[in-house]
């Protein structure tokens, strides 16, 4: 199982903090991933409709979109942040 954190507008657009799940084995990268989830439903296809503007932290550390997820405890999934 993977434990999967939803943050801000990817949180209320999925409608649920976090979940943990199956991944198939094909689901290898961050990007493999987020192909995976917009099949899982209406409400993760609308929060990851751009996946290029998602943010994705392993283990509370920011990655790119092509990093392995293997052995990753958490996978934290957030929209574009900005300072403040």
Do not use: C
């Amino acid at each position: 199982m993977t434990r999967l954190v939803y943050f801000a507008w990817v949180r209320e657009r999925i409608g649920k903090g976090e979940e943990e799940i199956d991944l198939p084995s094909s689901v290898v990268t961050v990007a493999d991933l987020l192909n995976h989830l917009k099949t899982l439903g209406e409400e993760y296809q609308a929060a990851l409709q751009y996946p290029e503007v998602i943010r994705v932290a392993l283990d509370m550390e920011h990655v790119e979109h092509d990093e392995p997820i293997s052995g990753a405890r958490e996978i934290g999934i957030f929209p574009p942040m900005t300072g403040g």
